[in-house]
Structure formats: structure tokens, C-alpha cells
């Protein structure tokens, strides 16, 4: 079974960093698209960053210059490298990858997410 475990978040005052990190486990073949979403109370999840296999990446308007995102592909994790960290920055971030793996009835492809890690910044 494929699982994906964020840790990194915390309590951050306005103009602080973060680091968050993933990894998958499982028995996985391969991982595509890995990227970072994030959910306020009562906004839509929205994607944050995002990276291919190639290392090619894509950001919000609302985190350009402020976020990086990386990721290892020998150690099937990825990391969102948060700088400037604004109160609206608050939220719960999750890891998103899409992933071929090895299952009971042969190899699957699909979507995975993490469980979710706080990140709460105050003013």
C-alpha cells in the first residue's frame, strides 16, 4: 500500500520560514507529478507548487519568490521550502504524487495524498 507522510509544519510568525518534507513508501515503480496543496478554513484546497519527474516546476502567483519546491527522486520524497511566510500563508498543506506501484493485481497508477500537516502564521 502506498502512503504519503508530510511532516515540517508549525507555528511561524509573519516573515518566517518553514520546511515542509514528504515521503512516499510502498512499493512503488515509479512517481510522476509530485506537488504541494493547501486548504483554509472554508477555501477550496488549491495547489501551492508543483513538480514533474524532470524537475520541472510550476508555483501560485500567490507564493512565487517566497516557495521552492524540490524533490529527491532516489528517496521518493519532495519538500516545499517556504520563506516569507505570510497569515495568509495559514493552512493545512498537503502532499499530492502520482505514483505506479506494484499491487495485488499487477501495477496501478494513481493520485495519492498525504494526511495533511498545519501550518499557522501569525501576525
Known amino acids: 500500500q502506498v502512503q504519503l507522510v508530510e511532516s515540517g509544519g508549525g507555528l511561524v510568525q509573519a516573515g518566517g520560514s518553514l520546511r515542509l518534507s514528504c515521503v512516499a513508501s510502498g512499493r512503488i515503480i515509479s512517481i510522476n507529478d509530485m506537488g504541494w496543496y493547501r486548504q483554509a478554513p472554508g477555501k477550496q484546497r488549491e495547489l501551492v507548487a508543483g513538480?514533474?519527474?524532470?524537475?520541472?516546476?510550476n508555483y501560485a502567483d500567490s507564493v512565487k519568490g517566497r516557495f521552492t519546491i524540490s524533490r529527491d527522486n532516489a528517496k521518493n520524497t519532495v519538500a516545499l521550502q517556504m520563506n516569507s511566510l505570510k497569515p495568509e500563508d495559514t493552512a493545512v498543506y498537503y502532499c499530492?504524487?502520482?505514483?505506479?506501484?506494484?499491487?495485488?493485481?499487477?501495477?496501478?497508477?494513481?493520485?495519492?495524498w498525504g494526511q495533511g500537516t498545519q501550518v499557522t502564521v501569525s501576525s
Open positions: 513538480i514533474t519527474s524532470g524537475g520541472s516546476t
Open positions: 499530492n504524487a502520482r505514483i505506479t506501484s506494484r499491487q495485488t493485481m499487477g501495477l496501478m497508477t494513481g493520485g495519492y
